[in-house]
């Protein structure tokens, strides 16, 4: 271990994101905290509308017109909820890096793709043409683009999918970053392809000493490549910890939800050939409950969870206690543990990889 390994890179205390909706204001994510050292990664899962993206764009400073952080985003001792649109360009592309599902929508395509990671190295680190153009190379050679001097030359539209991705990797790692986030970054690839890029982006994250955030709607991508998971819903963290004591024991509703409605893994475990979904959907922002934003789809709702805020629940190899880092935020903790879905919260027991999933299938 080296010094300053210990030294948060990123820490998030009660992140509050709250949006302009014809319906007023509403908050798209609530009250999120997490911290993530060197090389530690971290997965945030959920269903569509969850949360996700608007936790990802808070972090690089890119949230929509009119819209309001409150808490607070520290990297490497900077809040960048309250940096000025100066310091965030400084940072955005340099210190913290992101790569999006569509490698289209993020590259620029009437530009040639060495231009295009050239970019940020003359922006952000001074190089001239030269140097940043020798230095593309070698990225888009790392991240597997072959024969990357000629290919260099090449337009976005003249790659597969996969390549786009292994460009917009290369872009997002030009300046080494801190902290990479990848919001769904494999979820517009074929099975197998999916399986090189998360190789790559974890080869990547071990060889350069960053922390990762990982977003995804598939369980078992997350299960895959992170240590630490947040599961959340309605812009709430409803259930996190360590990924192998929160997988092992999935404890909140909606996280038992989620599992069940695996397209393979939950008809296993539901002993049917009928895939398990989750009945209702996720409501409207400016519908979302006081208390848990679950609660007019879960099945062992009390009143309370409508209108009273969720307590902490400590966990450890499903009893209530301390010990692991396994927390869910529900009110119905004990109840939970006896299982919601028709079944007992039994996790995966390691079988949840991303091989054993059917990739590109959502969770509901
Ligand atoms: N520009 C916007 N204005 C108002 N509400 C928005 C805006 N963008 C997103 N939302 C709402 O914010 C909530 C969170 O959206 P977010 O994109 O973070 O979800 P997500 O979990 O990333 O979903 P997905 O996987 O579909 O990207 C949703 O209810 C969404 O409808």
Redesign the pocket.
């Known amino acids: 271990m080296n010094a300053g390994d210990d030294i948060p890179l990123l820490e998030v205390a009660d992140l509050t994101v709250t949006?302009?909706?014809p319906r007023g204001p509403a908050a798209?994510v609530r009250g999120l905290d997490f911290t993530l050292r060197r090389g530690e990664k971290l997965g945030i899962v959920?269903?569509?509308?969850?949360?996700?993206?608007?936790?990802a764009l808070a972090l690089m400073g890119l949230l929509?017109d009119g819209a309001r952080i409150d808490g607070r985003i520290a990297l490497e001792g900077l809040d960048l909820a309250r940096a000025p649109e100066a310091a965030l360009c400084r940072i955005r592309g340099n210190r913290i890096g992101m790569i999006f599902q569509e490698p289209m929508t993020s590259l620029n395509p009437l530009h040639r793709i060495g231009r295009q990671v050239a970019e940020p190295l003359r922006l952000h680190r001074g190089m001239d043409a030269r140097a940043a153009r020798a230095r593309a190379v070698e990225l888009l050679d790392r991240v597997g683009i072959p024969d990357a001097r000629r290919r260099a030359d090449a337009y976005p539209h003249e790659l597969s999918g996969g390549q786009r991705q292994r460009v917009m990797i290369a872009l997002a790692l030009a300046c080494d970053p801190a902290v990479l986030i990848a919001d769904?970054p494999t979820t517009a690839l074929d099975v197998t392809i999916q399986g090189q890029i998360l190789d790559l982006i974890e080869d990547l994250v071990a060889e350069r000493g960053m922390a990762l955030v990982l977003?995804s709607?598939d369980l078992g991508v997350i299960g895959e490549v992170v240590d630490k998971v947040m599961v959340?819903y309605g812009?709430m963290a409803v259930e996190r910890g360590p990924v192998d004591a929160v997988f092992d024991r999935l404890t909140h509703p909606y996280a038992q939800g989620l599992f069940a409605a695996l397209p393979q893994l939950g008809r296993a475990l539901a002993g049917t050939d009928r895939l398990q979904t989750i009945p209702g959907r996720?409501p409207?922002?400016a519908d979302m409950p006081a208390g848990c934003p679950f609660t007019p789809r879960c099945p062992i709702a009390e009143d309370r969870c409508a209108t009273v805020p969720p307590p902490v629940v400590a966990l450890d190899g499903g009893a209530v206690t301390a010990g692991s880092g396994h927390e869910a935020v529900c009110h119905r903790v004990p109840k939970a543990l006896e299982g919601v879905f028709g079944r007992p919260p039994v996790g995966s027991d390691g079988d949840l990889d991303r091989r054993a999933v059917t990739a590109g299938e959502g969770p509901t």
């Open positions: 949006l302009r909706t798209a959920g269903e569509s509308g969850c949360g996700k993206s608007m936790t929509p769904e977003i709607h959340m812009g996720v409207e922002l």
